[in-house]
């Protein structure tokens, strides 16, 4: 992935997808779902290309660009989903069903990772439009449990979204929505401590960005539009529990004998070599390197199959299998277990010199 291509026709095709599908329906529902989910399967198992690494100090200036059409387009879809599942589209229950579908699961597979990339960077109106996309998704909080608790406490018992060892998804998610609303809530408080006012409180956007759609919804398009907006931010919420719960699950740093929890390292996170998905997803699925250096933007995030934990299967499929706690447990616990041991033996080790 040396240039943007692949990201570009990978992310921005099924905008155009969902807004035939929205716009017409028929066969365009059932391409634009069928793209998200058997093509991706499909592109990621029969083309065995793992992508390779780029510098990892290369430089692409249209990256932020291509993430910040796809952010717009996220509103632009978000109209358009809603028009068409409860507005006077003249769709099929059927394709409307199809459409919504289609549409969550671009919010979760790809406003998602846009929005995570987003709040990563250093222009305001960027991380803005992130801190929007996430509140559009009634799930605003997760901007800033996101930079202020994942990242700083990212597979210890600090972190609310990091699964433990065991822990199977449901559990996972009861505990990790009400506790990053809750830690993500105290990281800002901290980090504020009455020094600026309270309307520039970060949860005043997500809370009354929330209540507006809310509002909005309802006032627009009655009952309908407001169920179409719950069901679809569940949804997104759900896939951004799923890639969290995946991408760390089991993967705990250390504790050293000062008392203090071991840097994260390559070795806490999963990763997926898989080459569509990944564009899909903007490198998502390239997650060690994303935690070791989070300011590297995503064509740039380096894969290391000796030193990171691999999945066996594309993210998106782990996902799914994830839903089915006995079946996950019974393929990722010994994983677990082996990159558990795996990092004892190495904090254990002494280092030259001491």
């Keep these: 992935m040396k240039d943007l ?24 529902a059932w391409v634009a779902l069928g793209y998200l989910t058997v093509l991706t399967f499909l592109m990621d198992r029969l083309i065995a290309v793992e992508a390779a690494n780029t510098d990892p100090d ?9 993430l910040a059409v796809l952010g717009v ?5 978000y ?3 809603l028009w068409a599942i409860a507005g006077p589209s003249g769709l099929s229950g059927l394709e409307r069903f199809l459409t919504g579908f289609a549409t969550g699961l671009f919010f979760g597979q790809i406003s998602h990772p846009v929005a995570h990339e987003l709040i990563h960077r250093t222009a305001r109106p960027l991380r803005f439009l992130g801190r929007l996309i996430y509140t559009s998704l009634l799930v605003g909080h997760h901007a800033s449990a996101h930079l202020r608790v994942h990242h700083v406490h990212v597979g210890s018992d600090a972190d609310p979204n990091s699964a433990r060892p065991g822990e199977g998804f449901y559990r996972y998610a009861l505990r990790a929505s ?35 759609l809310i509002l909005g919804a309802l006032f627009l398009g009655g009952p309908k539009a407001l169920a179409t907006v719950a069901a679809l931010s569940l949804y997104a919420q759900m896939q951004i529990l799923l890639s969290d719960y995946v991408q760390h ?9 000062d008392g203090r929890i071991e840097p994260v390292g390559p070795q806490h996170s999963w990763n997926t070599p898989h080459w569509f998905s990944s564009a899909l997803m903007l490198n998502a699925p390239r997650h060690s390197d994303h935690h070791v250096t989070p300011s590297r933007g995503y064509p740039a995030l380096q894969l290391d199959r000796d030193t990171m ?10 996902a799914t299998i994830a839903l089915f706690p006995t079946l996950w447990r019974r393929m990722m616990d010994r994983r677990c277990a082996r990159w558990r041991d795996r990092a004892r033996v190495t904090t254990a080790t002494p280092m030259p010199g001491e």
């Design 79 to 81: 109209a358009s989903a």
């Design 73 to 77: 387009a996220h509103f632009g879809l």
């Design 58 to 66: 290369a430089e692409f200036p249209a990256a932020d660009t291509l």
């Design 249 to 257: 699950y089991g993967l705990r740093r250390a504790t050293l004998p």
């Design 5 to 28: 291509r692949l990201f570009t026709i990978a992310t921005c095709l099924p905008v155009l997808l969902i807004g035939l599908a929205a716009a017409w329906g028929g066969a365009w």
């Design 178 to 212: 009400a506790g990053s609303f809750r830690a993500g809530l105290a990281a800002e408080n901290r980090l504020r401590a009455g020094r600026k006012p309270a309307w520039t409180h970060p949860y005043v956007l997500y809370l009354g960005g929330a209540a507006g």
């Design 309 to 318: 934990p691999m999945l066996p299967l594309p993210l998106p499929l782990m």
